[in-house]
């Protein structure tokens, strides 16, 4: 198995779109991740939390592609864990994904003895502002 990633994605809104569950879908067809579970956190106008599968939520019932073949492994631990960094009139869309790009590599580590110690997900605006800075230090002859 490859390394995998539980992300948090939040929405200012009190349901996920179409166009989110879409992306999951397109997500759970490219050849580099594997979407193992997903879950939705929503967070009403008066602060009152639940959570449900995105198959589950009458909206989103025509998108196709949506009953994956998901192991249930995010739970409600991990939707109270979201359901604190939601403003009321939020949603998050927890997903655990696996790195399948890395599964030949990460074979090759635990062969070796090794193990993922860390990881940090840096936010993508946090790299293009380090990349304005560095090519602002480059232009200025630092």
């Known amino acids: 198995m490859g390394p995998a990633e539980l992300l948090v994605l939040t929405f200012p809104r009190e349901t996920v779109g179409v166009e989110a569950a879409t992306a999951l879908v397109r997500l759970r067809a490219a050849a580099g991740v594997r979407v193992i579970d997903s879950l939705v956190v929503l967070r009403d106008a008066g602060g009152e ?70 990881g940090v997900r840096i936010p993508p605006e946090n790299i293009e502002e380090a990349v304005r800075a560095a090519e602002a230090r480059v232009a200025a002859g630092e």
């Open 49 to 118: 939390a639940t959570y449900a599968e995105l198959a589950d939520l009458e909206h989103l019932r025509g998108v196709a592609g949506l009953d994956g073949d998901e192991l249930p492994l995010i739970g409600p631990e991990d939707a109270q864990e979201a359901a604190e960094l939601l403003e009321p009139g939020s949603t998050a869309l927890i997903v655990l994904i696996e790195h399948l790009w890395a599964e030949e590599a990460a074979a090759a580590l635990r062969a070796a003895g090794g193990r993922i110690a860390s």
